[in-house]
């Protein structure tokens, strides 16, 4: 996913198009969520719906607090409202594809696959934990009743992990993009470094395992020159 938006980075930058790298982060950064959360059988159609639907969410939390058609708050709520929509086409879709006994290949997979073998009455490989109420399997009276864990849960919990995962690491990869401009020094060490480590490999030839200095907790290899 990342080499293919990196991919299009080059070439946009080639053909003379402007690259403003805080917008390109974000998509890659959304990419990488739905494919860790989600899960890569996702077409790009409700990728991009759910992107969409995601970042007009996010303007609500910037805007004025003004609430009619066609204000930005009102928009917003309208983006929420189709996010959870595919969200939950999402998890039946990967409840679906666990009832038929499919690998999981997602975050989500593994959560429906455990909902769907103990509700067949499995064994479960691990042994069962019990989490403490300040977790929230109780309620502030001790309760645990209607806790069971539904499809609207499962789906405000998904939003919650995009909410969470957006906008500190965009940030993050957006300024370390204008840090390495701002100091030239810094980014011909960077790309030299990637040279060693790729050895003069093109993008779709480089190796995806680490090298030795990433498997021994080392920062150097840590990313592949783009």
Not at 12 to 29: F, H, L, P, T, W
Request: charged share 30%; proline share 4%; glycine share 6%.
């Amino acid at each position: 996913v990342v080499r293919q938006h990196v991919k299009q980075m080059i070439a946009d930058s080639q053909e003379g198009k402007d690259v403003i790298m805080r917008y390109r982060a974000r998509d890659i950064n959304m990419s990488v969520s739905i494919d860790v959360f989600v899960g890569p059988t996702v077409s790009q159609d409700i990728r991009s719906q759910m992107a969409e639907a995601y970042f007009v969410m996010n303007e609500g939390f910037l805007c004025f607090p003004v609430y009619f058609p066609g204000t930005t708050l009102w928009k917003a709520v309208r983006g929420r409202e189709r996010l959870v929509e595919l969200l939950t086409r999402c998890v039946r879709e990967s409840e679906g594809r666990m009832e038929a006994g499919e690998a999981p290949g997602s975050l989500l997979d593994l959560w429906m696959d455990r909902i769907v073998r103990e509700r067949r009455g499995e064994t479960l490989d691990e042994a069962p934990r019990e989490a403490p109420d300040a977790v929230g399997l109780a309620d502030e009276d001790g309760n645990s009743e209607d806790m069971a864990i539904t499809e609207e849960r499962i789906v405000y919990t998904l939003l919650s992990f995009l909410f969470a995962s957006q906008d500190a690491t965009t940030s993050a990869l957006a300024y370390a993009a204008d840090l390495l401009v701002q100091h030239p020094e810094v980014l011909r060490r960077v790309r030299e470094e990637q040279d060693a480590q790729c050895r003069g490999e093109t993008l779709d030839e480089a190796p995806r395992e680490a090298p030795d200095a990433v498997a021994r907790g080392g920062r150097r290899g840590a990313s592949r020159r783009t």
